[in-house]
Structure formats: C-alpha cells, structure tokens
C-alpha cells in the first residue's frame, strides 16, 4: 500500500482530493464511504469537494476505512486552511496598493524590510506585515494611527507628517531591542542608579563633544557598512549599566525624528537617529530624553523634532532645561 506523509503533498489542494485518489485506488467512490461512514452522501460530497472541513471525528473515520492516520489528514486539513488564510490576505493586500506604497522605499534598501523576496510574498505587502508585527493594514491604521500604540499614555501617529515612516522608526527599534533582551526594569531603582551615574554621563559627553577629524558626521550604519562611532556604543554601555536601554537607529528624510523616549518590555529606552551632523546636537536630544527617563515615568512616549502635538508640553519644557544645564555642564556653549 502507498505510504502517504502530509510533507509530500500539494499543500494548496483540500485534503478531499487525496481522499478521491485513495477512494479510487480502493475500489470505492462516494457512496460507499458513505455507508461506511454513516454519512449521507452530500456530506461526503461537501468533504471531496473541499467544502467541509476535516473534523478530528471525521479523521478518526477515515483512518479507520483508508488505514491512512488520522493525523495525516488533520495536518492536510490544517495545511489548506493556512493555504486559504494566506490567499485571503494576499487578496485583501492587492486591494490596498497605497497602503504598500506609503511606505519608504529605504526599508527595501537597509533590509528592513524586503518586499518581493522572502517566502513568496512578492508584491502583496505579507512581508511588511511581518515587519510591524500586525495582522492587517487595518491592524496597523488601529495601533499606529489610531491611539494604540503600547504604551499607557496613547499617542496618534496620525498628527505627524509621514506616519508610515515614524511608525517604521518606531518598529525597528523595538527589533533591533528584541534582539539583546534586558532585565525589567524598575522605574525607581532606575532613577536612583541615574542620579547617581549624572556626572560620570555628563564627563563622558564633555570628553565627547567633537567629531574625529576624519568623520564628517556621526554615523552608527551606512548601506556600504557598519560604521561605529565609539561615542556612541560607549554611551551604549555607560546607559545598560543604569539599566537604560540606548538604540541608534537610521530614521528618513520624510521623518526627520533626532529623539525618541518610552518604555518598551519594562525597560526603558532611549531611541536616538543616527545621522546626527555635529555631537552637540546628538548630547542635547540624548539629554532631553534622558530627563524624561528621571521625571516623566512610565506612561508616556515622547518624539523630538517632530510635528506632534504633546498632551504636556510642560514636560517638553522641563527635559529642555535639563538638557541645557547637562550641556552647560560638559562644557558646550549655549
């Protein structure tokens, strides 16, 4: 008798039309498996015809009558719904072209995100939605758009400019974080460890302040290679030691954003881009963010040169000041 595994079949084609071929090498068509069954035969029909689901009891049945395992078709069954569900939403993907291309051509070309290219998914948007973690383009207008994003103080990024590229930016931090995982932070003992570190970040930002003479910016990632600023993995490390977590990541042109701070996973984190023309710049957004870490607590998400409207400008105002006495303080002229 013929061996039959799930691995070497069709998986596009509904378990019914394996159960056709075994009915016919047995000698039997529809109505006798019926019988056999205790079906009727326009259920049996509706299982040949894909139209009625494989049922663990149904399985069992044909496992019994065939000598074919039960798991064989569950796993045929289970192989042609994902089949379906992918279809679905390849289908639903072509019906909202724009939403594909909002997007910045860049995530194709940092690898970010590679369209047309990983497992089949050529141009129906599957991979983004890898990306971003999210079900549906709707799922993303929900959470990104829509108030949602993960944080207990909501923020839209509906206000800002280009919200495909922030929500991009956003995204990849939160990757490039899954990828060297962190204790949970507390935020008290978070804050205690960082008064207390201050003047060793402010010393490390005074002996830091210009560019090397050989680098025209501060860079952290080009498309030809890596190229690392030992400012910026010092900094890296002085900030994982407090138990902060410090990300450089490449932002876009139609997003311009030098600065980000949240709470992501219990840890707290300080997303800065990584293109900054002179390392003054870069130690102001870097100390602005670090005031929120020491003030603003868990609830809220904060983005630096960006068009938002903030729900506590107050708060924008105080990581200002703090920034302008940090720099004072390491010696930059204000």
């Given amino acids: 008798m013929q061996v039959y595994r799930c691995d070497e079949l069709a998986y596009v084609t509904p378990p019914g039309r394996t159960l056709s071929e075994k009915l016919e090498e047995m000698g039997l068509d529809a109505n006798d498996l019926a019988a056999r069954m205790g079906y ?33 078709w569950l796993r045929r069954q289970i192989a042609y719904d994902e089949y379906l569900a992918r279809e679905y939403v390849k289908a639903s993907l072509d019906n909202q072209p724009l939403w594909r291309k909002s997007f910045p051509e860049e995530l194709d070309v940092r690898g970010w995100v590679r369209r047309g290219k990983i497992e089949g998914d050529d141009k129906s948007g599957l991979s983004l939605l890898k990306f971003f973690a999210v079900a549906s383009p709707q799922a993303w207008d929900g959470y990104y758009k829509d108030a949602k994003l993960k944080v207990a103080f909501r923020i839209s990024l509906a206000e800002v400019k280009d919200p495909y590229a922030t929500s991009a930016w956003i995204r990849r931090g939160e990757i490039l974080a899954d990828l060297d995982p962190m204790e949970k932070q507390e935020q008290i003992p978070v804050r205690k460890r960082l008064k207390v570190a201050l003047p060793e970040i402010i010393a490390f930002a005074a002996a830091n302040k210009t560019l090397p003479k050989h680098e025209k910016r501060i860079t952290y990632w080009t498309p030809e290679a890596e190229v690392v600023d030992d400012c910026m993995t010092g900094l890296q490390e002085l900030c994982r030691k407090i138990g902060i ?35 003054a710049t870069m130690w102001f957004t870097f100390f602005h963010e670090l005031a929120h870490v020491l003030y603003h607590g868990k609830k809220g998400i904060c983005l630096q040169n960006i068009e938002i409207t903030h729900n506590h400008p107050e708060k924008e105002d105080e990581a200002n000041c703090f920034a302008q006495k940090c720099m004072v303080d390491a010696g930059f002229e204000m």
């Fill in 40 to 72: 009727t035969p326009k259920a049996v029909n509706d299982i040949l015809q894909g139209n009625c689901r494989i049922t663990p009891e149904v399985a069992f049945s044909l496992e019994v009558i065939t000598e074919i395992p039960a798991s064989f």
């Fill in 245 to 279: 977590r410090v990300l450089f990541v490449q932002n876009f042109k139609c997003a311009p954003i030098h600065g980000m701070y949240r709470w992501y996973k219990d840890v707290p984190l300080i997303q800065l881009h990584d293109r900054f023309k002179d390392r």
